[in-house]
């Protein structure tokens, strides 16, 4: 895809995310790879819903910050991504409402934070990891990040927000959607008792549809 294409879609996809609540203010932030081997991602401090593509921030192959408006904060997260999550083509990070709430729920399990409630939960996101909480833009959440050796295309930072690799810009931002959606279900479902996928549906699935799931795992390493 050119750079100028990838540039418009990220607005696209942000302004549609941003005008849905699924992010707000100033908050959320993504990025995407260009077929050079760089990087464009979402400036600091912008709305998600007032883009302009030619303000993207641009890094090198190397990692270096070339052109554009001074980067989001969180570029060490979604760089600790890439680098842990080989193949990634795309990373998005919400503030979501119901993402959020789940991250603040007591006895949550860090390897595995929502229930396989739907099948489009296991296909497009897998299991989502929970890593405690840190400022934002605090080294250590990258360090956190790469410590689950590229286990987990989903993670949510606890009273903070998701954060989802995709192979493509598409992916990511389906895969996070999707998240928000089951996020939102469990919230609702929550003392109720729900039916949730068995094991043999979930291994089904990844038979099926080769799902995210740490047991995807690879060095981080090896390229």
Do not use: W
């Not at 709305?47 to 408006?69: E, I, K, W």
């Not at 999707?178 to 068995?198: G, I, K, N, Y």
């Amino acid at each position: 895809m050119s750079e100028s294409r990838l540039r418009e879609q990220i607005c696209l996809f942000a302004r549609s995310m941003f005008e849905r609540g699924l992010t707000h203010g100033s908050s959320g932030n993504i990025s995407a790879v260009l077929d050079d081997g760089g990087l464009l991602m979402t400036p600091t401090d912008a709305s998600l819903g007032f883009l302009d593509p030619a303000r993207l921030a641009r890094f090198d192959a190397q990692g270096r910050f070339v052109d554009g408006d001074k980067p989001t904060k969180e570029a060490p997260l979604h760089k600790a991504l890439y680098e842990s999550r080989i193949g990634s083509g795309a990373v998005v990070h919400l503030h979501s409402t119901h993402a959020v709430a789940i991250s603040m729920l007591p006895g949550l399990d860090p390897a595995s934070v929502l229930p396989p409630l739907t099948p489009y939960y296991v296909m497009r996101v897998g299991d989502t990891a929970l890593i405690p909480y840190h400022r934002p833009g605090d080294p250590a959440v990258a360090d956190a990040i790469r410590g689950l050796a590229g286990r987990y295309a989903s993670i949510l930072l606890a009273n903070h927000g998701p954060v989802v690799a995709g192979t493509s810009l598409t992916a990511a931002v389906n895969a996070i959607e999707e998240l928000e959606e089951t996020a939102r279900l469990h919230l609702l479902l929550r003392h109720l008792d729900p039916r949730v996928l068995s094991a043999d549906q979930v291994a089904d699935l990844g038979r099926t549809f080769g799902t995210p799931s740490p047991s995807d795992a690879r060095d981080p390493h090896q390229h």
